[in-house]
């Protein structure tokens, strides 16, 4: 937990949030066995890991109530919380303090900060780059399609979308709602450091999508002690 020792004092900024942006999201089938050795998940949730599929989003947030940021999250399946198995993420990094900091403290995102590179190409491809110490260690290049279609967050069941994290001794569960439109995408490449984040390319992408512009709220957490 060093990670997540020591930061810096920043603004707060308590749930709801308010967030409008745009960016990608991913599922993707994995190996078991990379799933379960690599899913950089607290040690107390990784025996009570299931599925097969894991999730990947990069996310522009143009505007937030910590301010703009960028951010790369992973997902790996399913973890058995109190009462319920909720999907869980557990690697993510963030591109400020602001939402490092009320990330964890909202919602228990165990948020780590890197620096991003993005490029939205006008040949339709769209490249970004994470950064530690000036050294890449994600590169990830996507290209959508000109069509898109309006989605709504309240039509996906509500089990689907709640989310829960274990994080410094509490147990946050939240439940992000979102509305906007996506766009058929396609995964190009992926090269990444294992060590910082999981190797998504040792699977195969089922499923990829650009969200153009969103609406989302992330609500105020349920939390209880452990």
Known sequence: MTQFENLPV?????????????????????PPEFLDTQSFADPALVASRRGRMAYVMFVDYQSSDAGPYHE???????????????????KIYVSTWDSVVNGHDNWGIPKERCDFQVSYGNDGIDEVKLLLDGRVFAELNFRSHLFRLPFNGHLIPKG????????????????PLAKGHVKPARLLSARIDSAHFPDISQ????????????DMVFPVAAVREL
Do not use: H, M, N
């Not at 920043?10 to 994995?30: E, F, M, N, S, T």
């Not at 689907?160 to 439940?175: D, S, V």
């Open 10 to 30: 920043v603004p707060k900024a308590p749930a709801p949030w308010q967030l409008k942006g745009q960016g990608y999201i991913l599922a993707i089938r994995l």
């Open 72 to 90: 790369l999250l992973y997902i790996p399946g399913s973890f058995q919380f109190t009462g319920a198995r909720r999907l869980s993420i557990s």
């Open 160 to 175: 689907l979308r709640t989310l829960a994290q274990q994080f410094k001794g509490r147990e946050f569960t939240y439940i």
């Open 203 to 214: 699977g195969r992408v089922v499923a990829c999508v650009k969200v153009t512009d969103f």
